[in-house]
């Protein structure tokens, strides 16, 4: 039987082969049913392991690596998929180059043993943090304060920076002005012998959570062997002498506010652990332009929350789809945060400027917007991975330019390199500016889902929009029969093979539908009240 061409696991494998060729006879020998079944799975042996007093460090420690059930997930995944892969036949894979099975699997293995955190800062880490609260604070503080963050008494610390325009909102409204912190500068992973008595805590859910993989995911057992055991005992190790060590230095700083925006950033979490173990008050702000998408159970269920006193949202309707998704999604993770609306509304302003914008009564130009190059899964999203919509976007794009109508390809600005050469010839213009800056080159925007902060933002201007939706997209009952009014739906499923599939009628018949799609009370509901 002769052997398989190479297996392409990228946008970079894709180009190798060939688009063309790929989207023949592209397949995938997983699929997000896969990794959403060891995700849970997952999820579970991590609930049943974690200690049950919320105020122990080693608790503590664990809600910071909420990010960790979906790492271990993917690992698991990903050599369930090599080992797939093996039974169809196939030799070898394509990334940027070909590689041997036998190589990638080394190459899996590798990065399983890898820990991407550095907790010991050294002497230059020292200077570029310093620097760095120099830099970012020259305009607003007082040379010693400069020098020594501590002096600053009587403003809100700040993690992540003023880039978000939920945080600058809030902070106008609260008449403040943060001084910027880097959370690097705490990461001080240093042992000390007060805390080696919290260390049998950790090594007890290290032992629980792998005999749980072990019994739940067959798969896993290709992944947990003894030096992986090693590896994830040694990592919470540091995450624990990180979090102990953060919150001694911190019991020092004036109880000041601590703002943290990126709260999935596990220097951010250790730092906001700390702070709110020490009875002071942690605030978090919501993705912008993610109302229509925070109904949803990632944010109950990983524990996203937890490391907060109060969570600032766009709107009080966000407020609300968020409660009731806590509400209807449990979590083994406990939490005590409130959820607060921004005391000033980051879309009405541009929503009431687009209000009169003349109407399209016609498409001719379609905007699709470029998924992320991202080749991990999305739990709870079905699919939510790079090769099936890559595979999505070219069906969507053959459909529109076979029936005449004109496709403008707005590419991620994140993964530019790793979608060039995909796409070109295939539509009749790229973008790479910001969505903001382009939207309105189009006569309609079309999402190949819903889960992106430009779907929220286009549902406020006057453009009609069509959005591919995937049999289990999570929908708010309220969200979804008025998102209907705004956007033309086009109903899709996972096939089972890694492709997203959808009739050619239907996404034709939301093009003639969409141009009259325009009540935006699914806006005024939920993004300006």
Not at 78 to 94: A, I, P
Not at 179 to 205: C, L, P, V, W
Request: charged share 25%; glycine share 6%.
């Amino acid at each position: 039987m002769p052997s398989k061409q190479p297996y392409p696991i990228n946008a970079f494998g894709i180009k190798l082969i060939g688009v063309d060729n790929w989207f023949r006879n592209y397949s995938s020998p997983v699929c997000s049913a896969d990794y959403q079944r060891i995700f849970d799975a997952t999820l579970e042996a991590f609930n049943n392991a974690i200690p049950e007093d919320m105020q122990s460090p080693e608790y503590q420690t664990l809600i910071c690596n909420n990010n960790f059930v979906s790492h271990m997930s993917h690992q698991i995944l990903f050599m369930h998929r090599l080992q797939r892969l093996r039974e169809e036949g196939y030799q070898s894979v394509l990334d940027t180059a070909e590689k041997t099975l036998d190589e990638y699997q080394a190459e899996l293995q590798n990065s399983l043993l890898k820990d991407p955190y550095a907790f010991n800062n050294n002497l230059m880490d020292d200077i570029r943090n310093r620097w760095r609260n120099i830099r970012v604070n020259w305009h607003c503080a007082p040379f010693l304060h400069l020098l020594n963050p501590r002096l600053a008494r009587n403003r809100p610390y700040m993690l992540g920076g003023m880039r978000s325009s939920i945080v600058k909102a809030f902070c106008e409204s609260q008449a403040v002005v943060p001084f910027t912190i880097q959370g690097r500068q705490f990461m001080h992973a240093r042992e000390n012998s007060k805390y080696r008595k919290y260390e049998g805590g950790i090594d007890k859910f290290i032992s629980t959570f792998l005999s749980g993989l072990k019994q739940n995911i067959p798969e896993s057992r290709g992944v947990l062997n003894e030096i992986m055991e090693f590896k994830l005992r040694s990592h919470f190790r540091k995450t624990l002498n990180a979090y102990l060590n953060c919150r001694d230095i911190l019991a020092d700083w004036p109880e000041n506010v601590l703002m943290v925006d990126c709260i999935n950033n596990l220097y951010h979490r250790i730092v906001a652990t700390s702070w709110k173990s020490l009875g002071r008050k942690t605030v978090g702000f919501t993705h912008g332009n993610a109302y229509v998408a925070i109904y949803k159970p990632t944010l109950p269920r990983r524990g996203d929350l937890s490391i907060l006193s109060e969570f600032i949202v766009s709107s009080e309707g966000e407020s609300r789809l968020l409660r009731d998704g806590i509400r209807d999604f449990s979590s083994g993770v406990k939490s005590t945060f409130e959820i607060r609306a921004c005391g000033r509304n980051i879309y009405r302003k541009f929503y009431e400027e687009n209000r009169n914008k003349p109407e399209i009564k016609k498409i001719k130009h379609v905007m699709l917007v470029g998924f992320p190059m991202s080749y991990h899964y999305h739990a709870y999203h079905p699919e939510q991975n790079s090769m099936p919509h890559i595979h999505l976007e070219l069906t969507i794009i053959e459909i529109l330019r076979r029936n005449g109508y004109s496709v403008i390809y707005k590419a991620h600005p994140d993964t530019l390199e790793a979608t060039r050469g995909i796409y070109d010839g295939k539509v009749d213009s790229i973008i790479t500016e910001p969505f903001e800056k382009v939207y309105d080159k189009a006569d309609c925007i079309l999402f190949g889902t819903p889960a992106t902060t430009t779907f929220g933002f286009s549902l406020l201007t006057r453009i009609p929009i069509i959005c591919i939706n995937t049999k289990g997209n999570y929908w708010h009952p309220e969200i979804l029969d008025k998102i209907q009014k705004r956007c033309a739906l086009v109903d899709a499923a996972p096939d089972g093979s890694g492709r997203i599939i959808f009739k050619e009628k239907d996404l034709l018949q939301a093009l003639a539908d969409a141009p009259g799609r325009m009540d935006f009370q699914v806006v005024e509901d939920f993004a300006i009240n």
